[in-house]
């Protein structure tokens, strides 16, 4: 046995038992607190000393490796679990029956939170980042490749781009076969919908014709993506099975740099890469984060999914992944009985004993939801999906899973309930200093001594594992605007699992101007409860001295939640986007020749998209209007490209000029071309992973927060002038003109 293979084993063993050694040693802290008496100075003592612990150990990099990096984690979670049984022995108290109702959902919001925490802390102990495995050098060895691009209603030009850049995937022609499966384009569709079907039908047949690739589709739309996977399934037959949401165009390596891992391990069954994606969502653009902070989707692939992956629990996400086809029947293909039939897949090939291999490098590039409300309709499919999970599969006492897998399957189909929490988080101070209930039995010192060090030590160890991924409060911040339009979808779930029906998430919309979106009213309704309950908190310690520690305490946490609400509104207007192609940060020379002026330049590459690439170089002659270029780049693998453009706009800074060049593809070919120069070079996408991945700057955090807030009160008093005074002034004048109605019929009567 090799070093390498014998690593590999220890590993694993480790992997078999530290779920059995975390719950022992938890339930031997457990034990141990309960014997421990200290008094109130005491517990303030030793719960500040472990945070100033944490403080100090994070700054040393070997503390992030394991054994140390375990050390560290249970550190922080002893101080989460002193809070928990301090909270639970002396804070819930009886004093009524609506208190008691409140007290006990602010504790369950609690300790859902803190056991979701525990949980991510458990997955993130120890992340494997999987790195590439070579294949034979002989492919003549390698397996045939089905690459599959569901669409149902996107623009013909989104999957031209994602059919066009597959057709160059660096693998060997005769065994790639790619295929667009329309089901759109359906024979019941043509029959339902008339000439809109019947014209996408042609559309994409002429398309795929047009491009070489394979058309398939069926007769009707039964289980949604998941019957249409099933049903190319049965009509293609490689050995493995790459799926490409329709959007998510692939880079020419993704193929080469996952294959081997099937060809390594029989017992893989699919391998998933990251999703990517080139432009922001709109949380992310309405509040103009995106080129500065880490992505919303940052943590789940960049910090969870290779925790996951040492539990071989990381799962397969719908697109950009490659499954083996002889796995895949094993389960009866993909899995449609919940809406998420991408994690449903996943956990019936876990419970079969096959394995899932995550590769960290993005190597697809995508589009997110360009509206709110597109958004809002993703993650509620999300949602109802992982619930049904939980329902229908539920990962914790079905068959076939190790227990650490239990645990991972479980976390993940758990965390969708944030929305319950994040509501009683918002509402449960304001209910104090509104309508007096009672739901948090606690003094000042007893907060300091047990709550202050149990929050910022979990602030701490969220930094510690997701840091780079995930800045402070920005998980507060996105989950907390998607928490109220979550709750509805939830419930409908648990009332009835079978329910929930598959929701395709738009993409590629354009707006032409400032929209605000129509799920801004919650949030209005909730941040108007806020407004009211800060003036109640200076009533209620003048007049009620004996509540002052609890009302200083609600009162912090309500101007908190206040803040954040504020800050949260810039989410629902909606930008203008008004661009075909989304414009992606980019980085590198190129060089630069001019016809007219019969000169060869050396430019800076700033940002390239599908039909533009912005340019920086410097230069005395003046351009002509619309300035014909030919540009010369290679990528990273070394290929080489000849483009052709005209300069569309520049402007002169300082001693460079700095110009928008509008790429030109007159024929198939330069077409192809230029998708792969765009698209295909996967170092470009690790490259703005890598510019992002750096820990927050508190300065950068508060000048957010202030910005945000600000811009936040203006558009809080644009959704109350859109959803309070508005319909307030039109049911005023339909009622005035009813009365004027009224008034000439009685003249009328009187004359008569």
Request: proline residues 5%; charged residues 20%.
């Given at each position: 046995?090799?070093?390498r293979e014998t690593d590999e084993a220890l590993r694993r063993r480790l992997v078999d038992a530290l ?621 080489k490209f000849e483009l052709e453009g005209r300069v569309s706009r520049h402007a002169q800074r300082g ?98």
């Amino acid at each position: 046995m090799g070093l390498r293979e014998t690593d590999e084993a220890l590993r694993r063993r480790l992997v078999d038992a530290l779920p059995y050694l975390g719950l022992s040693a938890v339930l031997l802290l457990f034990l141990h607190l309960q014997r421990v008496h200290l008094t109130l100075a005491d517990q303030f003592v030793v719960g500040w000393a472990l945070v100033a612990v944490l403080f100090v150990l994070k700054r040393f990099d070997r503390v992030r490796k394991p054994p140390l990096r375990i050390i560290f984690i249970l550190l922080s979670v002893f101080l989460s679990t002193r809070y928990v049984l301090w909270r639970t022995r002396e804070t819930l108290v009886y004093t009524g029956p609506a208190d008691c109702l409140g007290m006990l959902a602010l504790y369950a919001a609690e300790m859902y939170a803190i056991a979701l925490h525990l949980l991510g802390v458990f997955t993130s102990i120890w992340p494997l980042e999987h790195k590439v495995m070579p294949l034979p050098e002989d492919p003549d060895l390698w397996p045939s490749v089905d690459i599959l691009i569901p669409t149902y209603n996107e623009p013909k030009d989104i999957v031209r781009v994602t059919a066009t850049a597959a057709l160059h995937i660096d693998y060997p022609r005769e065994k790639l076969n790619v295929w667009i499966l329309d089901d759109g384009g359906t024979v019941a569709k043509r029959a339902g919908s008339g000439a809109s079907a019947w014209e996408r039908h042609y559309d994409f047949r002429r398309l795929a014709a047009d491009l070489g690739v394979g058309y398939i589709t069926r007769e009707k739309n039964l289980r949604a993506k998941a019957g249409n996977l099933n049903h190319a399934l049965s009509h293609t037959s490689g050995d493995l099975v790459l799926i490409l949401d329709c959007d998510h165009v692939p880079a020419r390596d993704i193929l080469k740099n996952t294959v081997g891992w099937f060809l390594k391990d029989r017992k893989v069954a699919f391998v998933q890469t990251p999703h990517f994606f080139i432009n922001p969502n709109p949380i992310e653009k309405n509040l103009a984060i995106f080129r500065d902070a880490p992505s919303e989707n940052d943590m789940f692939y960049r910090g969870i999914h290779p925790g996951l992956d040492l539990w071989n629990s990381s799962y397969f996400c719908g697109s950009a992944a490659i499954l083996r086809r002889t796995a895949l029947a094993e389960v009866g293909g993909i899995c449609g009985e919940t809406i998420t039939e991408d994690c449903e897949t996943a956990l019936a090939l876990h419970r079969r004993g096959y394995k899932s291999v995550y590769i960290p490098r993005p190597m697809v590039c995508g589009l997110s939801p360009e509206t709110f409300d597109d958004l809002i309709v993703q993650k509620q499919r999300w949602a109802q999906g992982m619930v049904q999970i939980l329902i229908l599969n539920n990962p914790l006492f079905g068959k076939g899973l190790k227990l650490y897998q239990r645990i991972c399957y479980f976390n993940s189909c758990l965390y969708w309930f944030f929305g319950v929490s994040r509501v009683v988080f918002y509402v449960a101070p304001a209910a104090f200093l509104l309508f007096s209930l009672k739901v948090y039995f606690a003094s000042v010192p007893q907060v300091l001594a047990f709550a202050l060090p149990h929050v910022i030590g979990s602030i701490v160890l969220t930094g510690f594992l997701y840091g780079r991924y995930r800045w402070p409060f920005f998980s507060e911040f996105f989950e907390g605007i998607q928490s109220l339009f979550l709750l509805p979808v939830m419930f409908s779930v648990l009332a009835n699992p079978r329910k929930p029906s598959f929701k395709v998430t738009p993409k590629g919309k354009n707006l032409e101007g400032e929209v605000l979106s129509s799920f801004a009213w919650p949030f209005l309704i909730l941040v108007t409860i806020l407004l009211f309950a800060v003036p109640a908190a200076a009533y209620r310690w003048v007049q009620l001295p004996m509540f002052r520690d609890i009302t200083a305490i609600t009162f912090v946490w309500c101007v908190f939640n206040l803040i954040l609400g504020l800050a949260s509104f810039g989410a629902f207007l909606e930008t203008k986007q008004v661009r075909r192609y989304h414009r992606m940060w980019a980085d590198g020379k190129i060089q630069l020749y001019l016809p007219r002026l019969n000169l060869r330049l050396e430019a800076d590459v700033h940002d390239v998209s599908l039909c533009g690439i912005g340019l920086s170089f410097k230069l005395k002659e003046k351009l002509a209007a619309l300035e014909h270029v030919m540009l010369e780049s290679r990528n990273s693998f070394g290929r080489k490209f000849e483009l052709e453009g005209r300069v569309s706009r520049h402007a002169q800074r300082g001693s460079r000029l700095f110009c928008g060049v509008e790429l030109l593809f007159a024929d198939k070919e330069k077409f192809a071309q230029t998708v792969e120069f765009v698209y295909g070079d996967s170092q470009r996408w690790a490259d703005f992973w890598q510019r992002k991945t750096r820990p927050a700057s508190l300065r950068w955090i508060f000048r957010f927060v202030v910005r945000s807030a600000s811009a936040g009160i203006r558009v809080y008093l644009m959704a109350v002038r859109q959803f309070v005074f508005a319909p307030a002034l039109e049911r005023l004048r339909a009622a005035f003109e009813r009365l004027r109605a009224r008034s000439r019929r009685g003249v009328a009567s009187a004359g008569a």
